[in-house]
């Protein structure tokens, strides 16, 4: 069975810093891009980071531009997303979504098969 799992979600203060893991089993996605998206109530999800099969080539949303880091571990079949600076508005759920091609596809969330079932990022003022 195919598994995205988050983890390292929480409360942190305006200002702070989190870093949210991404672990897959049940396949290897080493071969594919990755990325995370979030989802804040009322709102739509929203895309935040991506990241190439190899981790050479990343995209981000403009809010999170020079804030966050997507990388990847490909031994441990791990994505991370580090997000410093974080600020009352990144208050959302966090999700991992992994895609069918090397280069991520910006795409609607429903045209991805694998998700995670998410992490809660609380910023606090």
């Known amino acids: 069975q195919v598994q995205l799992v988050e983890s390292g979600g929480g409360l942190v203060q305006a200002g702070g810093s989190l870093r949210l893991s991404c672990a897959a089993s049940?396949?290897?996605?080493?071969?594919?891009?990755m990325g995370w998206f979030r989802q804040s109530p009322g709102k739509e999800r929203e895309f935040v980071a991506s990241?190439?099969?190899?981790?050479?080539?990343?995209q981000y949303a403009e809010s999170v531009k020079g804030r966050f880091s997507i990388s990847r571990d490909g031994a441990k079949n791990t994505v991370y997303l580090q997000m410093n600076s974080l600020k009352v508005q990144d208050t959302a759920v966090y999700y991992c979504?992994?895609?069918?091609?090397?280069?991520?596809?910006?795409?609607?969330?429903?045209?991805?098969?694998?998700w995670g079932q998410g992490t809660q990022v609380t910023v606090s003022s």
């Open positions: 979504v992994a895609d069918s091609t090397p280069f991520f596809r910006l795409r609607t969330s429903s045209a991805y098969d694998y």
């Open positions: 049940g396949r290897t996605f080493s071969n594919v891009a």
């Open positions: 990241i190439s099969w190899s981790g050479m080539s990343t």
